[in-house]
Structure formats: structure tokens, C-alpha cells
């Protein structure tokens, strides 16, 4: 079969996002997010979370540049929630321990009422779909929902109620419509033993110990892409305030050469090389949907591992943008302003100016990845920008195999039924107005 190209046939610039995760994917709506997850016995563990709309009360946070703030730091919020869930079941800790012991039967009252709770999730779906004609895409003209082929079958569990966080990725979205924000936990499977994984009630992982990770991590980060560069180039250049555009050039030269390598490192272990597998599902899956063809393991494989809204190239043009900005930015003259005249203090300044404009720098590069970007892929001047990101992308994505495009189906599933609830809701609400129970309160009484 011939391989599609990026951007050929596109019919709909979808606004899904996603990540992989050891041995799954997280995908990223409008209203939800959900996790996707190969369990030890080949099940597919799937599990879903609201977004809770908070354009209503923080408008300010989705105005251009703010809103990639916003979206960075929700981003690494429901990347580490995604991760924890996948470490949860990717490994089955709790078998090594004791074998497990089948689970009871439900009393027949109890099975008969969970199966006619008119408060299920499934069944308010199925009613709402039965009543309306919902319209999903993006297109000029209406996009139908792709049929989804899957090897997952949905597990009845209880809905659980928490908050979780909006995505900027869909600024033209409205808030959901629930009253408070729900995450439904479901276990999914190909087999009799669907809701095995879903008994799980307690994390593998800690919290603390994900907390620490976390923390350590961001501290890595600020180290390796930050200091490091820094110190490098000022023991090869001199003081920062005597060749500020060359320290700087020099500077990000090298933080993105410490990028490049820290990828091609990580990536000869075998779990990163699965993982990048599973990045490459994710785009194959997104270009799938963008393309209006069914969501299908088929379909799905035709198309190649890079996009143009990955993370990766966000982080590189991150890097680029950064360079204008700390060579824009008169740091060096703040520092002479305060009459610091050590070297090392001087550095450490620096070093600090540099992590205080990230938000900054994040911002302008998402104005241009995610929002310019993603809205004409096909434009010449896009492709130009981008394409050193999406050759480096060839580093984080590898070809996935049918059940890494399976998990991505799973979640992508997730995601496309959820938009499908609100636009029927939505329609529902366009064909009731608000003021429609006012009119007969107006109406006058019978003598």
C-alpha cells in the first residue's frame, strides 16, 4: 500500500494531541483525555478524565502567548498523571506477589441494576445520539465520527468524580456541559478477564515517589538544557556581558547538540525504542482521523510517523526562539545595573534570566508550532520552519506495530465518543433555549 503523505488529503485540522506512554498513549481532546494502556496478559487497559473548562473565570490565560504558558504546564501536569497510570498497568506487580484470586459474582439484583441504571454513561450517550444529528469535525462541511476498529470492549465501572485540566490545544472549544467534571475509569480488554486490571484500587507507584520523580526531573532538565550550556559557554566564550550575541549563539548551538544527543541516547533502550513506537502510532492514528478515512489499524499504518504539531518540533523551535530572546533581552545590562561584578554570581544570573523567560519563550514557540502551524500545515513557509523538526522527530518515533496502533485507536476512541456526547448535548440546547420552560411560566393561568 502507498504511504500518505503529512498533509495530502487532510480534510480536518483536528485539535487532538496526545503522548506515548510505557506500553500505551495518552490522547488529548476537547473535553477529556484518555490513557491507553498494554497490559502483561495483552489486555488494553483504557481510562479517561474530564477537562475542566476554566475559560469562563481565567479568560486571561488563553489570550496568545499566555495560553502556551497555560498549555505547557497542563501539558506536564496530565503527562505525569498518563505516565502514572501506565506504570500502574504495564506491570503487573501485584501477580508477582500472589496469584490473583478470580472475582465474585455480583448478586442478580445488583447485575440487574447496573445493567438498567438510567445514569450509565453508555446508555445517556445512546439516548442523546437517538435524539440528535450531532456534527463533528472541523471541515467546512460536517465530518462524520470514523467507525473505530478495535480489539477493545468496553468493562462496566462507576464513574468517579475529580478535577483535571483544560486543553488549550482547543481555544474555539466550549466548556462541557456536566455539571462538575468526571473521569471514568473502564477497564477494556479482548477477553473474558476485562476488569481484572480495573480491581487495581491503589497505585503501584506512590504519590511521593511520583512527586519526587517529578520534581527531579524538572531539576534534570533545568541542569542539562540550561546550566550545562551555559557553563560551556562561558568557559568557551569569556563573560557573558562582553559578547553577548556570540555567547549567546554559541549557547543555544549547544543546548540543542546536548538535545539531539540526550534523544539519541535514550533512544538505543529498548523501553524508549517501544515508547517511540508508540509516539509513532500516536501521529500515524491522528493522521488517520485528519484524513476522514475509518479509524482502522489498516488505514492508520499508511501514514508516516512525523506531524507537524509534535512535541518534539516544540521543542526544538523552543530552542531557536530562545536564542532571538535571551539576545533581545538586555540581561547583560541588568546584571551591570546591580554592580555585580563576580564571574561565577554573573553566571548564576544568567543562568536564573534564563529560566525566568522560559514561560516566555514557550509561549512565542507555541504561537507558531501548535496555533500557526498546525492551522496551514500546507503552507510553504511552515514547512520550511518546521522541517528541522520533523527530521529530528525521525529520532523519536519508530515504526509501531498493529497493537501500538490498537492502544492509540483505543484512546483516540475515547476522545471522538466524548465530542460526539457534547455535540448532541449542543444541539439538544440550540433545539430547547434556556428561556424555553419561561415561556410557559409567562403563559396566563385558565378561569
Not at 87 to 102: C, G, M, Q, T, V
Not at 254 to 262: D, E, N, V
Not at 274 to 291: L, N, P, Q, S, V
Amino acid at each position: 500500500m502507498a504511504r500518505a503523505k503529512d498533509t495530502e488529503g487532510v480534510v480536518c485540522q483536528t485539535h487532538v494531541g496526545g503522548q506515548a506512554l510505557i506500553e500505551g498513549i495518552m490522547m488529548r481532546g476537547k473535553f477529556n483525555w484518555a490513557v491507553a494502556v498494554r497490559e502483561p496478559d495483552g489486555n488494553i487497559y483504557v481510562e479517561e478524565h474530564d477537562l475542566a473548562s476554566g475559560k469562563d473565570k481565567n479568560s486571561w490565560l488563553h489570550k496568545p502567548v499566555i495560553r502556551g504558558c497555560t498549555a505547557l504546564g497542563e501539558s506536564l501536569a496530565l503527562g505525569f498523571k498518563a505516565l502514572e497510570i501506565a506504570a500502574d498497568h504495564a506491570f503487573d506487580l501485584e501477580e508477582e506477589e500472589a496469584p490473583e484470586k478470580p472475582a465474585p459474582a455480583p448478586a442478580p439484583e445488583a447485575a440487574a441494576a447496573q445493567e438498567h441504571s438510567p445514569d450509565s454513561t453508555e446508555e445517556t450517550i445512546s439516548r442523546l445520539l437517538a435524539s440528535v444529528e450531532p456534527e463533528i469535525g472541523r471541515a467546512d462541511k460536517p465530518q462524520p465520527v470514523p467507525a473505530i476498529e478495535s480489539t477493545v470492549a468496553s468493562a462496566d465501572e462507576p464513574v468517579e468524580h475529580s478535577t483535571a485540566f483544560e486543553s488549550e490545544d482547543c481555544a474555539d472549544a466550549g466548556p462541557a456541559k456536566s455539571a462538575s467534571p468526571a473521569t471514568s475509569k473502564t477497564g477494556a480488554a479482548g477477553s473474558a478477564n476485562a476488569g481484572s486490571s480495573a480491581a487495581k484500587s491503589e497505585s503501584a507507584i506512590p504519590k511521593p515517589v511520583m512527586t519526587a520523580s517529578m520534581i527531579v526531573g524538572v531539576l534534570l532538565g533545568i541542569g542539562i538544557f540550561v546550566a550545562l550550556p551555559a557553563v560551556l559557554t562561558n568557559l568557551m566564550v569569556g563573560d557573558y556581558g562582553e559578547k553577548t550575541l556570540l555567547w549567546n549563539i554559541i549557547d543555544g548551538i549547544l543546548r540543542i547538540a546536548i538535545f539531539i544527543a540526550y534523544i539519541w541516547l535514550i533512544g538505543r533502550m529498548k523501553d524508549i525504542q517501544r515508547m517511540f513506537g508508540y509516539h509513532g502510532a500516536e501521529h500515524k492514528t491522528i493522521h488517520c482521523y485528519e484524513h476522514g478515512l475509518e479509524l482502522k489499524v489498516a488505514n492508520a499504518r499508511q501514514f508516516p510517523t512525523l506531524h507537524v504539531r509534535c512535541g518534539t518540533a516544540f521543542m526544538l523551535m523552543t530552542m531557536l526562539i530562545a536564542i532571538l530572546v535571551f539576545t533581545i533581552v538586555p540581561v547583560g545590562l541588568a546584571i551591570d545595573a546591580l554592580g555585580v561584578t563576580n564571574g561565577i554570581l554573573r553566571l548564576l544570573l544568567v543562568i536564573l534570566s534564563r529560566i525566568i523567560l522560559i514561560p516566555l519563550i514557550a509561549g512565542l514557540s507555541y504561537e507558531i508550532t501548535v496555533k500557526w502551524a498546525g492551522a496551514h500545515p500546507e503552507n510553504p513557509l511552515v514547512q520550511v520552519v518546521l522541517w528541522p523538526g520533523l527530521q529530528l522527530q525521525r529520532l523519536t518515533t519508530n515504526e509501531p506495530d498493529d497493537g501500538m496502533l490498537e492502544c492509540a485507536i483505543a484512546a483516540m476512541q475515547r476522545i471522538l465518543r466524548r465530542e460526539e456526547l457534547e455535540q448532541a448535548i449542543k444541539s439538544v440546547d440550540a433545539e430547547f433555549p434556556a428561556d424555553f420552560d419561561a415561556t410557559f411560566d409567562n403563559l396566563p393561568e385558565l378561569t
